[in-house]
């Protein structure tokens, strides 16, 4: 009898120790743009795919719950010390120029804000006077270098609208001048949609940033396991996969699920839209 209970205490206690591992950690993203959130109907886009891929493969260790909120109260937030992770963000986007505020991954995704304009009224972006005079469409809330200066300065004109996809529309329709949006997010319009004849992309962007991880501070166990998971990860035919609404415009990759071990193909399946 004693002994039964020695096993039974054990058993518990093994169980409440694995428990007790298992670390729940918040994701706060304002990003509902694609290819981060390409429908929130069926769970289709890079966010969910990544972190759910995350909470299969680790799922002894970290539990990744996300949520969609609005920046303005991630910045509230961050400004209370509330524990979290912030995902395709760059440190300018932060006023973290030196990433000694946070805690930051390593460059995940390379991007760039473009200019973009239509192919029969083309604004090729050089300096801040080749968008003197002109009228940009624009995201509410959004902060964009050069412009807002120009735009406070009355040397040119923003109109804003509520979401990215809008703001193509509001540029096809012939409203605006040019707008400026992420690579990422323009590059999937233009393969979804088949604009290519229909749009120009200036050669030289707005500004070139990299997309990574926030991790407050108190979250150094979370920024632990990031570093070492990453690097293997951004390389992998797995990634590939995950990031593939992005990947296949900036990448001349041809890979098929058989790259992928068996275990890392459940992992993707798993993770497809609903």
């Not at 910045?75 to 963000?89: H, I, Q, R, T």
């Not at 390379?110 to 005079?133: C, F, W």
């Not at 632990?224 to 900036?250: C, N, R, V």
Request: charged share 20%; net charge positive; proline share 4%.
């Amino acid at each position: 009898m004693i002994y039964l209970k020695i096993i039974v205490f054990i058993t518990v206690f093994s169980l409440s120790m694995l428990a007790n591992s298992l670390q729940s950690v918040d994701v706060w993203t304002y990003y509902q743009n694609p290819p981060f959130v390409v429908s929130s109907e069926n769970n289709h886009g890079l966010t969910y795919k990544f972190f759910c891929y995350l909470n299969i493969k680790y799922k002894d260790k970290m539990e990744f719950n996300v949520h969609f909120i609005p920046k303005r109260r991630i910045n509230y937030y961050l400004s209370k010390g509330e524990a979290g992770v912030v995902p395709w963000v760059s440190p300018l986007f932060f006023n973290d120029k030196n990433m000694d505020h946070y805690l930051w991954s390593q460059s995940i995704i390379d991007d760039q804000q473009d200019i973009i304009s239509l192919a029969t009224n083309k604004v090729t972006y050089s300096n801040k006077h080749a968008l003197t005079g002109l009228l940009v469409g624009a995201i509410i809330g959004h902060r964009y270098i050069v412009i807002d200066d120009l735009v406070e300065n009355k040397l040119m004109f923003r109109k804003n609208f509520r979401n990215e996809e809008i703001v193509l529309n509001v540029l096809l329709n012939n409203r605006v001048d040019f707008i400026t949006l992420p690579r990422s997010t323009i590059q999937f319009y233009i393969k979804s949609l088949k604009l290519e004849e229909k749009l120009y992309i200036s050669p030289k962007p707005l500004q070139a940033y990299s997309r990574r991880l926030l991790i407050t501070p108190n979250l150094k166990s979370v920024h632990q396991f990031f570093i070492k998971i990453l690097p293997e990860l951004i390389e992998s035919p797995t990634w590939f996969f995950i990031e593939e609404q992005h990947a296949a415009f900036d990448k001349n990759v041809k890979l098929s699920k058989e790259h992928l071990s068996e275990e890392e193909a459940t992992y993707i399946k798993a993770c497809e839209p609903l």
